[in-house]
């Protein structure tokens, strides 16, 4: 059976591929008929939740949605649930990027403290639901690095790391990731619910 990620971003779709191998993954661009959802919820499970469901109605098929984002402790969990759009326009890295870069120009090295949260969401055509979270601890440095990943990816660098996500290889990002956590926990919930 299909399992329909609620996502058009090639990054998000290529990664989650990997992350749920043994799966048959689409994304949205099978289904252009369904429109993107908006994301209204102020927590990262209520946004996966609101994608997911939405996606398994127009689809009729098991959906699998997240919701992530960087929150920055000084920030007081900011961009969190509005890292996508951050700099007022959805989904421009760059933007987004150099945008929380100035905010937190002034900033000591060691307060710089932040976090990778996912929420991931599978919804059932049922209207059945479950979620899981996962989360990275790190710090953001000062100027990108690296040309792997995207969004905030060339700013963080996790805990025990000296490089960033963006410089990490594919396969050790998944096997770190806040996405990879949250996703490999869903993969068992995935198989029972879906083949039951």
Known sequence: MKIVLATRN???????????????????????????????????????LLKAHAVAQG??????????????????????????????????????????????????????????????????PSGESRVVEGVLPGHLVRSPRGSNGFGYDPIFVPEGERRTTAELPPEEKDAISHRGLAFRGLAPIVKQLVRS
């Open 10 to 48: 090639a990054g998000k779709i290529a990664e989650l591929r990997r992350i749920l191998a043994g799966f048959d993954i689409v994304g949205l661009e099978e289904f252009p008929s369904i429109a993107d959802v908006v994301e209204t919820g102020v927590t990262f499970e209520e946004n996966a």
């Open 59 to 124: 689809s009729g098929l098991p959906a699998v949605a997240d919701d992530s984002g960087l929150c920055v402790d000084v920030l007081g969990g900011m961009p969190g649930v509005f890292s996508a759009r951050w700099s007022g326009k959805h989904g421009d890295d760059v933007a987004n990027l150099e945008l929380l870069l100035a905010q937190v120009s002034d900033v000591p090295a060691d307060k710089l403290t932040a976090r990778f949260t996912c929420v991931a969401a599978l919804a059932l």
